[in-house]
């Protein structure tokens, strides 16, 4: 079985308490597991605010800016990409097909600072 | 098997990516009719290069490989899709049906140019013609845009995708203009060249004065459209660009501050992109049918003649403004004719022609008037009013180079005035 494991946080207790993680920490916890073999992918993510939605109804690609915030709507699934730029990303996000029905909610994986 | 890329292959096929890149993506555009399934056709056709070339070697015409591979590419998607979306299948047939035949090089040349007009299209709004133009023709990330802007990323994106939907929703076609409309059209790209060409050279907010990456990119897309249509105006506008581009290297002193064109240090210009403009207004000139670009290029071209403020033909450049004047009148203009006026004149008559501007009403939020009239108040000795007009200037200020240069006016006739309050 795989299993998605998903971190949800207040963005400013994230960096901010003083038991909040060091990047050097989170680096250490993710060769821990994939030394052990069990890693497929692990990557942090930058602030919501660099969010974009992208929707794909009625074959017309619309962004909104910020973070999916709709309650009735629940993660069902994710890709991890590798795209040049955040307008390559929305197009390879607004052929998912789910992106027709509900939405996906673009972030940029943030690089850790060790 | 295959073999892996080599790096010295890798390098051939980076380098190929970054001079023919934007070719093959203009040409995929019209063979495919549609922008993002274009965007993905090449860059499908360039990871197809890296996994057939090490085997097969690079092909004799690595750009023609590269369009056919990318549209028979899109037609494979069209047709994976298609097993979920039945209206694909009817697209992926048609063009597998239109062969296009193996391209004229001038056809391939004239694919560049319908990118560059459909990017700067009127019936897109300004900001969006700007960056589709940055993004698409100069290849510019997403990122990099936005940052140049200092826009968020999220909005420059929302920008982009906006723009291609209504370029696919509105039919913009794909082409370049017939003869009767090349005028107007034109002018919209020459607009948005020269658009960024001045966020790189006069950065509209922000501390940094200049962007010269901007620039840069500017002048080099003000090139190609020399290269590919040869109309006096591109040729007047790309001459403006080097001939305020030269000046670069004396306008900022060592804070960063700005200095102004008759403070400059003329030895520091760039004597080669001089000559280059020159010789582009000239010829601009001789075909008789330039416009705003080429006499401001020639007014450009004046100073750049001059050892100093003092050495320069005043009278022929407000005689070029005259002209301006009459072929595009504004207020803009009218005000850089009025300084000209005064270092012709002397400063009162300057002065009495920046005071009418102004009681017009036109140019009331235009920091540089208030700034010109501050200076030439300042340069008839009435302190008292200079220092007045320069703090109404203080509040139009937006940039942190040009507010410098306010203050330190201002400081200066502080002292120098005896408190009178």
Redesign the interface.
Known sequence: MKYLCLVYCEEEKLHGLPESPEDAECEAYCETVEASGQLVAAEALEPV????TVRMHQG???????PFAETKEQLAGFYLIDA?????A??LAARI?AARVGCVEVR?VRQLQP | MDSPASPALQRQVASLYQAESRRVLATLIRLLGDFDLAEEALQDAFIAAMEQWPRDGIPEQPRAWLVSTGRFKAIDTLRRRARFDASQEEIARRLEKDVPPPGEEEELEDDRLRLIFTCCHPALPADARVALTLREVCDLTTEEIASAYLVATPTMAQRIVRAKNKIRQAGIPYQVPERQELNERLDSVLQVIYLVFNEGYFASSGENLTRPDLSREAIRLGALLVELLPESEARGLLALMLLIEARRPARLDHQGDLILLEDQDRSLWDQELIQQGTALVERALGEGRFGAYTLQAAIAAVHGEAASADQTDWPQIVGLYDVLLRTSPSPVIELNRAVAVAMRDGWEAGLKLVDELLADGQLDGYLPARAARADLLRRLGRHQDALRVYQEALTLSRQGAERRLLEKRVAELSSATPSSL
């Open positions: 605010n660099t969010a974009v017309t690609t619309s962004v909104t800016d910020g040049r730029d955040l307008n390559q929305i197009q097909p940029p």
